[in-house]
């Protein structure tokens, strides 16, 4: 038998063998309307309930990220504004702490470069500039005395404003640097201008021992998006990024958008005060959604657990009570079939008996004007002596006492209907059965053959209930057997408080796994639903009610074997 056949409910092939078709009412229906209905309910709320979990945690998590990357964003940005203000500062003080003269006379500014140097740090070189735009003194490991850059757009912002820093925007600069510029002015009223190269490595420095992720990089640009510090994924000092350069705010901030290839990621930016530099962090977003699905993961191995776990319950729920609907509806409708089958039998005993009465009426008359013809043709010896008339009268009293004793045995199995505990010879009732089936086996050519104790077997039974369990026997017997078949009815006296009636057959057989449901209501082994299912279930209770039980013994194409055993003490004559 396949596990599917094991599992599989009672009522799930449920057939009502009594209409010939599917009930209206399907149990299997039923059964999956529950599991659906009863699923959608209990697990609506734990998946709704689930996705807001997903979304809020995920808010959650993103948000983080973003106060995360703002406060990097923040500390890198005011740790570079430091860098800058305090080259600044020291610029301003040179500045003031020298007249113009002093600072263009022959090793000053290599003085004022190598004390920098020594100082603080992060200087290249140093120049001294005059309101025209004139290198007057230059101290560094370039030749720059004597240039002019009156022209360049950043010494006309410095005459604006007063302090430049200078990006880096190709390869034609000298280095890859910045220049940061101030504007001093003298006693007359002009100016002169201190520019100073700045060491990239330190700014590079402080940029690569930021703690970040992996996939994260961290440069600056200029506001053309050109790069001022190498980057991990987005190229080289003057390469241009793929990214879109954000407007100009101040303080940080945190966007979303899509890095190369299409990758979406979180981008936290600030403007360097006083520059056009764009201090930017990038951070996929994959990144973030590890951190937010490896949580997630557990949570959906112990919803998936959950979801397991409830519809078991559900599916073992529904199927315990459909089975016990099923179980209760086939109880009542058996009671009903068993009302049914009862109000025949009684309906068909009230047949019997009143058509045994009404022949029994003719019969008499009959039997009696052929005794009075016989008598009258006795008392003329002309008549007398003639052989065949006198044979055509024998005929006519034996017909008569035939038929009079079939109406005797109608008359005898109606009379036991009803439930009566009686002393009884049981051998004489099962050839009062056997002799109601006689021209139905003639008919078919079937050989009965009656192994019954000449001695009488007197029980004390129900004479009725025992009458209907040999009639549902033997016409099982027939209904199984071919014509020709033979069927073997066994009376026996096994002690002194049971005895046996067998009825075997030589019929089809019941195959093994059939064996154990014969008894079952509703079950039936004739093809194409040609029975109820309820003769031998009723057969058994009958048995059951008079305190006997049935036992079955068959095999596929060999033929069946019924034994009755009954209680009760047994007597013999």
Excluded at 212 to 234: C, K, N, Y
Excluded at 371 to 386: C, E, P, Q, V
Excluded at 465 to 473: E, K, T
Aim: aromatic fraction near 8%; glycine fraction near 8%; include cysteine.
């Amino acid at each position: 038998m396949s596990i599917i056949k094991k599992i599989k409910p009672h009522f799930w092939d449920h057939y009502d063998a009594t209409e010939g078709f599917k009930q209206p009412f399907s149990f299997r229906r039923k059964w999956k309307l529950i599991v659906i209905l009863t699923s959608i309910v209990a697990l609506t709320p734990l998946l709704i309930m689930t996705l807001i979990d997903f979304q809020l945690t995920k808010r959650a998590i993103e948000s983080e990220v973003r106060v995360s990357m703002s406060r990097t964003v923040s500390n890198t940005w005011q740790t570079i504004s430091f860098f800058l203000a305090q080259r600044k500062t020291a610029l301003g003080f040179i500045a003031r702490d020298n007249l113009y003269e002093e600072l263009g006379q022959a090793g000053r500014l290599h003085t004022i470069l190598k004390n920098l140097k020594e100082g603080i740090g992060g200087f290249e070189d140093i120049a001294l500039l005059d309101a025209n735009g004139n290198v007057q003194a230059y101290a560094g490991p370039y030749d720059l005395e004597g240039t002019n850059v009156y022209n360049d757009k950043c010494f006309q912002s410095l005459v604006k404003h007063g302090f430049y820093v200078k990006a880096i925007r190709s390869e034609s600069e000298i280095s890859p640097r910045l220049v940061i510029a101030i504007k001093h002015f003298r006693p007359d009223g002009s100016f002169f201008v201190l520019r100073s190269g700045l060491d990239s490595v330190l700014m590079n420095n402080m940029l690569s021992q930021l703690e970040i992720g992996d996939g994260d990089d961290a440069f600056i640009i200029s506001e053309e998006g050109v790069l001022q510090t190498p980057s991990r994924f987005h190229g080289g000092i003057y390469d241009k990024i793929s990214l879109l350069v954000p407007q100009r705010i101040s303080g940080a901030k945190t966007m979303e958008a899509t890095g190369r290839g299409g990758v979406p990621v979180f981008i936290g930016y600030a403007y360097i005060p006083d520059t056009s530099l764009i201090l930017m962090i990038v951070k996929p977003k994959s990144e973030m959604m590890a951190l937010w699905y490896k949580p997630r993961m557990k949570l959906i191995g112990f919803l998936v657990l959950s979801i397991g776990v409830v519809l078991m319950a559900i599916l073992g729920t529904a199927t315990y009570l459909v089975n016990r609907i099923h179980s209760a509806d086939k109880k009542r409708v058996e009671a009903l079939h068993q009302v049914e089958y009862t109000n025949k039998l009684a309906s068909l005993g009230r047949l019997a008996s009143g058509v045994a009465h009404e022949i029994n009426n003719p019969l008499a008359i009959i039997n009696q004007k052929a005794g009075l013809i016989k008598d009258l043709f006795t008392m003329h010896g002309n008549y007398a002596s003639d052989e065949k008339l006198m044979g055509l009268i024998k005929g006519v009293l034996s017909s008569v006492e035939r038929a009079g004793s079939i109406t005797r045995r109608l008359l005898n199995f109606a009379r036991h209907m009803d439930t009566d505990i009686e002393h009884f010879d049981l051998g004489e009732m099962v050839r009062d059965v056997l002799s109601l089936l006689e021209k139905e086996a003639e008919f078919r050519s079937i050989e009965i053959v009656q192994n019954i104790p000449e001695k009488k077997v007197v029980i004390e039974s129900d004479q009725g209930n025992l009458q209907q369990i040999c009639l549902n026997l033997i016409n099982n017997a027939f209904a199984a057997m071919e014509a020709g078949g033979r069927l073997d009815v066994t009376v026996e006296n096994i002690d002194s408080e049971r005895v046996t009636i067998v009825i075997a057959d030589n019929g089809h057989g019941i195959s093994h796994a059939d064996l154990k449901r014969v008894f079952e209501p509703f079950f039936s082994t004739r093809s194409g639903h040609k029975g109820t299912g309820l003769g031998l279930s009723i057969t058994y209770g009958l048995a059951q009610e008079i305190g006997g039980d049935i036992a079955v013994e068959s095999k596929l194409g060999e033929g069946t074997r019924f034994i009755v055993t009954l209680p009760g003490t047994v007597s013999t004559d």
